[in-house]
T-cell receptor, first 113, second 113 residues
Framework: EPEVTQTPSHQVTQMGQEVILRCVPISNHLYFYWYRQILGQKVEFLVSFYNNEISEKSEIFDDQFSVERPDGSNFTLKIRSTKLEDSAMYFC???????????FGPGTRLTVL | GESVGLHLPTLSVQEGDNSIINCAYSNSASDYFIWYKQESGKGPQFIID?????DKRQGQRVTVLLNKTVKHLSLQIAATQPGDSAVYFCAESSMDSSYKLIFGSGTRLLVRP
């Protein structure tokens, strides 16, 4: 069964450093999302991406964040200068059509020291 | 570092009993709803979905009920098993917000053997 994959599973970084979180969505999906989950809290929407551009972004997704689909398979989330409060699980999700099940990856745990 | 999490409401049930998990959603324009299961350290896993033109949908051992009048969603799990122990999130989405998922705060289900 096809699945969304994410790398790395755990990323530790120093405050102020740049990180890139990588995702490989399911191959025939067209809509891509990043969410984050701070430990013990609910999952929060960050950004949606379709047709090589951002469809919508949340207040969390400020100028420090960017997304890219550099080729036909990868979907990346970059944080330019990490802050302590960026520590969270980051989940990538994809779906073939809107208003359908979003398939989530296993997540990347980002720890900012 | 990571933030201290919010206390999750917990439902404790005996193995074999039925479980009912409730969720209130906020946006009256939401037209697509999903229940996700999340086990520790993993990404959200799809359980069942329902569109706003329905008030009930059944899957294998699970039923989702939607009451649009009071903006309430419930998940019923029949014959609850130890493997059902997890945190359950409802999520709402709407066409006017690119079908991004807005998650509820979650309920922890504990199944006693």
């Amino acid at each position: 069964e096809p699945e969304v994959t994410q790398t790395p599973s755990h990323q530790v970084t120093q405050m102020g450093q740049e990180v890139i979180l990588r995702c490989v969505p399911i191959s025939n999906h067209l809509y891509f999302y990043w969410y984050r989950q701070i430990l013990g809290q609910k999952v929060e929407f960050l950004v949606s991406f379709y047709n090589n551009e951002i469809s919508e972004k949340s207040e969390i997704f400020d100028d420090q964040f960017s997304v890219e689909r550099p080729d036909g398979s990868n979907f990346t989330l970059k944080i330019r200068s990490t802050k302590l409060e960026d520590s969270a699980m980051y989940f990538c999700a994809s779906t073939q059509e809107t208003a359908n099940e979003q398939f989530f990856g296993p997540g990347t745990r980002l720890t900012v020291l | 570092g990571e933030s201290v999490g919010l206390h999750l409401p917990t439902l404790s049930v005996q193995e074999g009993d039925n479980s009912i998990i409730n969720c209130a959603y906020s946006n009256s324009a939401s037209d697509y709803f999903i229940w996700y299961k999340q086990e520790s350290g993993k990404g959200p896993q799809f359980i069942i979905d329902i569109r706003s033109n329905m008030d009930k949908r059944q899957g294998q051992r699970v039923t989702v009920l939607l009451n649009k009048t009071v903006k309430h969603l419930s998940l019923q799990i029949a014959a609850t098993q130890p493997g059902d122990s997890a945190v359950y999130f409802c999520a709402e989405s709407s066409m006017d917000s690119s079908y991004k998922l807005i998650f509820g705060s979650g309920t922890r289900l504990l199944v006693r053997p």
